[in-house]
Structures are given as structure tokens and as C-alpha cells.
């Protein structure tokens, strides 16, 4: 046990201190640091029961995409019902049928997606496998933040577009990209940007991605909503969908399945 420091007891002075100021006013009515004072009891973390592996939703999930149907999506373009493929349990990109996005709406939250590229993929660049997967949908189209999805197994393109990315803000941290006709997952944590009245940016957003387990994105603080071409800006949102990429390139459509989110604080 250490031993404590006596009221009385005048501290040596501090060799080290450039100033040379005296801390012995302070030192003698400090009473000793006690174990107690550095732990902290409340609130008290909810319990949530972890999922059999690390991709099954827990126990708090909304399931957005259990294999079955569309029921949370809607079509991006005009709220109708979501026109894209259900069939064995999985969802494929009708790339007719346009992005589609969720009927709820988030701020902060946990969200885990697979996706399949097929096999049969052709194409090259950001034209094989290409989709998307917007963590906040401020608008029709491509309006919002992107995480994009792409074939990037042996796939050269710019490395700010590969799967992974931010697109064209963040380059990921590592390729862990399986090969197509696998399953792959992502796990991101977003943090929605906040805005004052007046729609100017009080804090950015935040995105953290595990692609197929790795780390790729690590807190990466974004610079504002994804732009093609440009430079990207934010603009104000409080709440917003997350939205599915149907890319018009011409390679075959990509599947996504085991889709689950956790609203956050
Ligand atoms: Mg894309």
C-alpha cells in the first residue's frame, strides 16, 4: 500500500519546474488520492445481448434487411415502394429501378451490411460492381455521404473510390477486399455532423468503417457531403435516411443481405 502524504507534511519543491513556482499552498490541503475517486458508477451501460457471431443483429438492432422483404426501403426517388430484387434471402440492385433508402431516419448510429459482388462481374475501374452504401441521404440521387462499394479485388482505380473509401475524401486504410462471388461486411459507426440555426457546421461527421473486419476508416472527420466533381460541402440535416446505390454502370448488379442498425446517442 503506498503511503499517504501527511497534511503537514511540506512537499519537496519541484527541480524541474521552469517557473519555480511554489505548489506547496496547493500540496498541503490536498488530502491522498484514494482509488474511489476515479471510478464512476452511473448511468450504468444497458445490457444488450451480443449476436451468435459477429455479423447476427443483437438484441437492439432495428433490422433493416432480414432476407425476406422491402418493408423498411422505399424508392429514393419518390418514397414509392422499393423496386429492387428480393429473392433467396438476399437483395439485388435494380439498377432501373434507382437508389433505394430507408423509410426511418438516423443521426448517430452502429449499421452492419454485407455485399456480394458476382462472379460473372465484368467491367473495369469504377465501372465493375459499383455501388453505395450513403450513411445520412440529404436529397434525391447521390445527395449525402458515401461509403463506397465497389469491386476491389485486383480492380485498379483511384484509391480515394475503391471499396472502402469515403469517396473521394477518404482513402481506406487497407484493402480486405474478398474476391467476387464472396460475402462481405461492413461495420460503420457514423456520427452525423450538427449545424447551428443559421446552417453553418458546429461539428463535423465522423466516420469509423470495418471492412471484412479490418479497420479501414478510423474516425475519419469528413470535409462534407460527397461530391463527384468538386470540392465537398456540408449543408444542414438533423436526421436522414441511408440510402443504396444503384450506379448506372453497366457491369451486373451487385446484392446486399443481413442489413442491421443501432441508433446511437
Ligand atoms: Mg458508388
Known sequence: MAAALSAQQTPTPEPANPQGASSSSQATTQRAPKPEDTEVWEPVPKVVTPGANCTAP???????????????????????PAKWTVADGILTVN?????IETKRTFKNYQLHIEWRVPENITGSGQARGNSGLFLASTGPGDAGYELQVLDSYNNKTYVNGQAGSMYKQAIPLANPSRKPGEWQTYDVVWTAPTFEDDGSL???????????????????????????????????????PIKLQAHGDRSEPISFRNIWVRELE
Open 58 to 80: 443483437p438484441s437492439d438492432a432495428i433490422i433493416l434487411f432480414d432476407g425476406k422483404n422491402l418493408d423498411e426501403w422505399v424508392s429514393n426517388r419518390d418514397k414509392s
Open 95 to 99: 439498377k432501373a429501378g434507382g437508389n
Open 202 to 240: 458546429k461539428t463535423p461527421a465522423y466516420a469509423t468503417v470495418f471492412f471484412n473486419g479490418v479497420l479501414v476508416e478510423n474516425h475519419f472527420q469528413l470535409k462534407g457531403e460527397t461530391l463527384y466533381i468538386g470540392q465537398p460541402v456540408y449543408k444542414k440535416y438533423t436526421s436522414a
